[in-house]
């Protein structure tokens, strides 16, 4: 299976931006990004997904490197709320496995 | 839009006794369904996974099962549980827009 590595943890102030590193250098061509967060006691949130293209929404943007084996979300102006783990997966076919996560906190 | 039912939200069960978790979907069709499991400050472990009625896919040994009988039903049971089957337990769907949407979660604490 494709695996992702993320850092442990990070830190940022309020009001400015993050830039969540994921490599997976063992992706294959049709293995989607995905990206999620979860806050204590919840379920995971749906962040941004991509497969090629640099992708925005209102929550964050992807960025996707050239050659698919690393991506980073940015979230553009970090609140209180962006408190969270951060987790960027793969879809494997139909599976999509999570591993630890980024844990971000956002100091005021 | 897209809603997962879980239920229940807690669940306290004696070791050796059954289990039966239920989730259902609704807002898309034909989802594909996913069963997590997550311990207590850890990432999530998927559990099961179903693109369609009666197909199910194991990832992990363990004591629990899964059953799709319907569409937008997802089930998971356990005939005896064990400690080790403590944690919170989450259901979720991938619609044709590719994202993963979760229901609440269920807490099950074996003692």
């Known amino acids: 299976d494709a695996k992702t590595t993320q850092p442990n943890s990070m830190e940022s102030n309020e009001e400015e931006p993050v830039h969540l590193p994921c490599n997976h250098s063992t992706i294959s061509g049709t293995d989607y990004i995905h990206w999620y967060r979860q806050l204590p006691s919840q379920g995971p949130e749906y962040v941004i997904h991509?497969?090629?293209s640099n992708v925005n929404n209102r929550m964050a943007s992807l960025a996707i490197a050239e050659d698919r084996k690393s991506s980073t979300l940015i979230l553009h102006r970090a609140t209180l709320r962006d408190a969270a783990v951060y987790y960027c997966?793969?879809?494997?076919?139909?599976?999509?496995?999570f591993g630890a996560g980024t844990t971000v906190t956002v100091r005021a | 839009s897209q809603t997962i039912h879980q239920w229940p939200a807690t669940l306290v069960q004696p070791v050796g006794s059954p289990l039966s978790l239920e989730c259902t979907v609704e807002?898309?069709?034909?989802?594909?369904l996913y069963w997590y499991r997550q311990a207590a400050g850890r990432g999530l472990q998927l559990l099961f996974y179903?693109?369609?009625?009666?197909?199910i896919s194991s990832e992990v040994p363990q004591n629990l099962s899964a059953s799709r009988p319907q569409d937008r039903q997802f089930i998971l049971s356990s005939k005896k549980l064990l400690l080790s089957d403590s944690g919170f337990y989450l259901c979720?769907?991938?619609?044709?827009?590719?994202?993963?949407?979760f229901g609440s979660g269920t807490q099950l604490s074996v003692l």
């Open positions: 991509g497969l090629t």
């Open positions: 997966i793969l879809r494997v076919d139909y599976k999509l496995s």
């Open positions: 807002g898309t069709s034909n989802p594909n």
């Open positions: 979720a769907a991938q619609g044709r827009d590719e994202k993963l949407f």
């Open positions: 179903s693109v369609g009625i009666g197909q």
